[in-house]
Structures are given as C-alpha cells and as structure tokens.
C-alpha cells in the first residue's frame, strides 16, 4: 500500500523559513514524479513545486523561485521543500503527492493531478 506523510509544517514569522518533508511507504522513488501542492482559503490549488526523482530535475512555480527549494533523497524515499523568505501568500495547506513512475510533464497546468497524495499539513506565515 502506497502511502505519502508529510511533516514538518507550522507557523513561521514572514522572512522566515521551514522545512517539508514527504515520506513515502509502499514503492521505492526512483523513476517517478512527486509534486508539492498548496491549497489556501477560497483558492484554488497550484502546484508549488516539482521534482522527477531519478535525474533530480526541479521545476517552480514562478511566484516561489528563489525561495523555494525541492530536493529529493531517493534512499530515505523521501522529498524535501525548503522554504525561504516566506511571505504571507505561502500561508496554505500544502500537499504532496507522487507517481509511481513517469515524469512531471504538465504538473503546473491547472487540474493536473498524480494517483497519491499526503493528508497536507499547514503552513501558516505571520506577516
């Protein structure tokens, strides 16, 4: 049973940073692609940032590059998003969620979707 969990969420002061992680059970990373989301309020969801974990290929969306990091390490089948200098507007519900293998061809277009998913955890940024 393929299962994502992810960490390392809270509050955090505007210019400050945290940490996520996501943690997967039941595959092995590799050859696949995992995908940070955000959900705030009355918002829509987007795509934050992506990640194929075979080559290490990243991809941001815009309004977080030069803040945002994602990094993989495929022996702990895990994924990683640093987030620097946080603002207010990163406060969301953040998701991660995983293909058991392909790329991430499209992950920033609206509706793009992967087959698993975490519970989320909260970011909340205090301005």
């Known amino acids: 049973q393929v299962q994502l969990v992810e960490s390392g969420g809270g509050s955090a002061q505007a210019g400050g940073s945290l940490r996520l992680s996501c943690a997967a059970s039941?595959?092995?990373?590799?050859?696949?692609?995992v995908v940070w989301f955000r959900q705030a309020p009355g918002k829509d969801r987007e795509g934050v940032a992506a990640?194929?974990?075979?080559?290490?290929?990243?991809y941001y969306v815009d309004s977080v590059k030069g803040r945002f990091t994602i990094s993989r390490d495929n022996a702990k089948n895990t994924v990683f998003l640093q987030m620097n200098s946080l603002k207010f507007m990163d406060s969301a519900m953040y998701y991660c969620?995983?293909?058991?293998?392909?790329?991430?061809?499209?992950?920033?277009?609206?509706?793009?979707?992967?087959?698993?998913w975490g519970q989320g955890i909260q970011v909340t940024v205090s301005s």
């Open positions: 039941g595959y092995t990373f590799g050859s696949n692609c």
């Open positions: 990640i194929y974990t075979g080559h290490g290929g990243a």
């Open positions: 969620a995983a293909s058991i293998r392909g790329g991430c061809a499209g992950w920033d277009l609206p509706g793009f979707s992967l087959p698993y």
